[in-house]
């Protein structure tokens, strides 16, 4: 049997081309959107890999530390490494700032999260996974490994607030919740660069603390000056890593530390829905909602443009009744031109989505499931699209082909 579809495709099949292509773009945003919540989970996902740990221990009543700032004392970590069911706790620090790049003729500034880990060894809870260049830090001071996405190269020169780092080590795929590049120093130096006042502030502070009367007793000496010592250090991390012993029970582990050190404990599968499902769910519904439009969008442009081309043959349609065709030909016909535009415009966007994701600067992560579900997405949007257009030719009246 002669394909009507096919004939009357061929027949004005620049047209049909143009117009699945430009379906086609507006696909691939579709895809692309939903890559962009993809790559934001597997951001999170990732976020938590690297950091190494099992246990999150933070601020009391705080969702900390990637949610909500947080802050503990530093010695903290000494009393959990030795509770039961722990194999390691480390100190760390999260920071989310600009880290200028020195050198060169201008300065460039690069958005990071700075991470403060204590140099003790890979595989050490906070520690970078794997490097793809260089070596890891083993300096107590001035030293840094940066995530590729970052730019940074092996030997630049870093400022991060008044200090100078020289990259010694390159990662892949250390990013945050966010996306932005994760840049490793050493967890003194990012204390200073996140809890420490800058000069100015420590010198004013200094004079308001000398003028305080109740410092100044005769009968207390030294006073003043332990209190001034004080202000010039920083006890503080915002939260301790802890990784578990093999086959120990994680939520085991973490009750003994929030009832005995009165600070609050994630376990992998807590900490993941902080991240996923409170972090990140005002802009997993702002996507979702783009998605609606754009699936809106897309049925609204089928369903013009099979309508248009069904009243350009008005007269053919007429004349296919004439004979004696069967509605039911009619409207395969334009049913598989609708499916037909539909196809070569799912096709074209998953061909400039798979092209145009790596040059985002958020990673995009396109998934074969939800390529999928676009195609049959696709398919039943422009089965509805097609529908106006097939009750346009069903009513046309076969005297119209012999009509002036």
Known sequence: MISLAGRDILHSWGKFVFTGIGLGLLIGVTLTMAGVYRGMVDDANVLLDNSGAD??????????????????????????????????????????????????????????????????????????????????????????VADIASGFAIGDRLRIRRNEYTVVGLTRRMVSSGGDAMVFIPIKDAQEAQFLKDNDAIVQQRARTAQNPALNRPGVPGLLDAVIASQSTNPFVNAVLVQIEANADPEAVAEPIRRWKHLSVYTRAQMQDILIVKLIATSARQIAMFLVILAIVSAAIVAFIIYTLTMGKIREIAVLKLIGTKDRVISLMILQQAVGLGLIGFVVGKIVATLWAPFFPKYVLLEPGDALRGLIAVVVICVFASVLAIRVALKVDPAEAIGG
């Open 55 to 144: 246990l999150w221990v933070v601020q009391k009543d705080t969702q900390g530390p990637y949610a909500e700032s947080s802050s503990i004392y530093q010695d903290a970590y000494l009393g959990i490494r030795g509770m039961p069911g722990v194999a390691r706790a480390a100190n760390v620090t999260y920071l989310t700032m600009q880290v200028r790049q020195m050198g060169g003729a201008r300065p460039r500034d690069v958005r990071a999260m700075v991470v403060g880990i204590t140099p003790d060894g890979v595989g050490h809870p906070g520690q970078p996974g794997f490097l793809v260049d260089g070596r890891h830090i083993t300096r107590g001071h001035n030293e840094a």
